[in-house]
């Protein structure tokens, strides 16, 4: 299929995933949804960071500004995975039961791949406008309503160290994505479980509220194969909360891992598309 | 001829077999597929152990770990009550079923009733699986005194959070893809106003205007009381408040459900709402 025709049935994919998650409601309702969901997230850790500065849990006081600006960074940049695996999820399921239109999508010279495509960039840009909208929710409530001087310059980020963490984490939960999917076509009883389940390990493993340092060494052998864990250490250095010496070796490591993930999440897809076809599942009504 | 109204013991036994029947349906669905069992105990224990580690990186000491059990655990209650209750009116619409409800000779409370133990039997399963995996795992210290007290705690709290969720059924019952953000919208913000992750929520650290506005969902009040019982190691005098709110929600929650499931349904059938899909 020629590189046109993809990107061209990828846009119309996006712009009907688009009209099925907004158009509900108004876009400034859409935009109250999309934020308060990752705030309230933030919230909670950051309440816990509060709380523990408040009983002196730790004596020293610098510690939890700079601990909190690290963990607003994380919890905001994790909203692309939260979007992505739960959108991702449930899509087969959601085409293939709800709307029944899998089927037809599959027949369609475009098939599904750029159709998959098309609707997991909805998810991302569900996911930058959170981050964007948590972001400066954060600034606004914790250095502008509670004065507590975070270290947070959001003007001061840098966006060359920035943007390419940024794509290629897109790139990497884009292709997790895609497995999820390739499950679903497969599977008629996971489309709940899966999408929680991922972002549940990546919460836990990927360094997005704790340094992976704190978790048991066996299970820190686990976060070093995650991109999430590069991409929030990238994100973080970017905004100047890591030292930045070790910006080149978390940017080749997610491109690595990024490459890992993108070549086994089409393999797997490819591998269930062709069960899928051979047992029929394409249009399995399967609720329950 | 005309319709003869049923006497009320009949009509009380039809609606009990439907609630009977509702309950069937849910843990018989709920309990088939071991992998879904497997993954709603394991998938909180995943944040319960984010969290869990975040206290101990800050220097709290573990029985905040236990708190975050408890928490994660009454999490499981408030997910089910807005995934399987407040929206299963809108799942019983897309899949057909709800006009059957509707043309049946019984209340529609009773329908609720029915999803409401099931749903809670299938929690409290999983709960209790939360809570022992949490304390295999992570070690934390309980002090339980008083099991008996914990479980009239645990009781009223379940009854006061399934009349929210009866509540919330109705005003859902019209909703199309706003069933599906409105539920979603509602996970993240009740689990920080409840403090479900909070080692305590009633002090003076935690924002006045957030107590207030987490004392309006029953689950704050019960899984502030549990702790208290659970990892404080007190007695009736520091909950005897507690229960009186929680029965205080329950009488309140229970009226105001049933006369918004009438209004929404008399609304559908007048706006023509009740039998449409993919919205």
Do not use: K
């Given at each position: 299929m020629a590189v046109a025709d993809f990107v061209k049935a990828a846009r119309e994919s996006f712009r009907v995933g688009w009209k099925i998650e907004s158009n509900w409601t108004d876009p400034v309702l859409f935009a109250t949804y999309q934020v308060i969901r990752p705030l309230a997230s933030l919230l909670i850790v950051a309440f816990i960071v509060i709380i523990g500065a408040s009983v002196g849990?730790?004596?020293?006081?610098a510690f939890y500004t700079q601990y909190l600006a690290w963990l607003i960074v994380g919890n905001a940049f994790y909203a692309f995975v939260l979007q992505i695996m739960l959108g991702m999820a449930i899509l087969v399921h959601v085409d293939r039961?709800?709307?029944?239109?899998l089927k037809n999508i599959y027949i369609s010279p475009g098939t599904l791949h750029p159709y998959v495509m098309g609707r997991g960039l909805v998810s991302v840009l569900n996911g930058a406008v959170s981050v964007v909208l948590t972001l400066l929710f954060s600034v606004a409530i914790?250095?502008?309503?509670?004065?507590?001087?975070?270290?947070?310059?959001l003007l001061g980020v840098n966006l060359l160290m920035l943007i390419p963490a940024v794509i290629l984490g897109i790139i990497s939960l884009l292709a997790i994505g895609y497995m999820l999917c390739a499950v679903n076509i497969v599977s008629n009883r996971m489309e709940f479980i899966l999408g929680d389940s991922v972002s549940g390990i990546f919460f836990l493993l990927g360094g997005v509220i704790f340094p992976i340092a704190l978790l048991p060494s066996y299970v820190q052998s686990i976060s070093n194969v995650l991109p999430i864990t590069y991409l929030l250490n990238a994100v973080r250095e970017s905004f100047g909360l890591l030292p930045t010496a070790s910006y080149m070796s978390d940017l080749f490591y997610l491109a690595l891992t990024t490459l890992v993930t993108l070549i086994i999440g089409i393999t797997v897809f490819r591998l269930a598309e062709r069960r899928a076809k051979k047992l029929g599942l394409f249009d399995r009504k399967s609720e329950y | 001829m005309t319709l003869r109204s049923l006497p009320i013991r009949a009509e009380l036994l039809n609606n009990l077999r439907a609630a009977h029947a509702r309950m069937w349906v849910r843990l018989r669905g709920a309990n088939r597929d071991p992998i879904s069992l497997v993954a709603e105990i394991g998938l909180p224990i995943l944040a319960i152990g984010a969290y869990v580690i975040l206290y101990r990186a800050i220097g709290f000491p573990s029985t905040a770990g236990a708190a975050v059990i408890i928490g994660g655990a009454m999490i499981a209650f408030w997910t089910n009550v807005l995934w399987?209750?407040?929206?299963q009116w809108f799942w019983e619409r897309e899949q057909g079923n709800l006009e059957m409800y509707l043309i049946a000779p019984v209340s529609r409370m009773s329908i609720l009733l029915g999803m409401a133990l099931g749903g809670s039997l299938n929690t409290a399963i999983r709960a209790l699986g939360i809570v022992l995996l949490g304390i295999f795992v992570f070690q934390v210290p309980f002090q339980l005194r008083d099991p008996f007290l914990v479980g009239v705690i645990f009781v009223l709290t379940l009854v006061a959070l399934y009349a929210l969720g009866m509540l919330f059924a109705s005003l859902f019952m019209l909703y199309g893809r706003e069933a599906w953000n409105t539920a979603n919208l509602l996970q993240e913000p009740v689990y920080f106003l409840s403090g479900a992750?909070?080692?305590?929520?009633?002090?003076?650290?935690?924002p006045g205007a957030i107590q207030v506005a987490g004392s309006l969902i029953p689950m704050t009040i019960g899984l502030d009381a549990i702790r208290r019982l659970a990892i404080g190691g007190g007695d009736i005098t520091s909950v005897w408040l507690h229960i009186i709110a929680l029965i205080a929600c329950t009488l309140i929650l229970f009226p105001i459900a049933r006369r918004a499931l009438n209004y929404m349904e008399s609304l559908g059938k007048k706006e023509g709402r009740l039998t449409l899909r993919w919205q």
């Open positions: 849990a730790t004596a020293n006081s039961t709800r709307y029944e239109v914790f250095n502008g309503l509670l004065h507590m001087n975070i270290p947070l310059n | 399987n209750m407040s929206s992750y909070f080692p305590g929520f009633y002090g003076p650290i935690v």
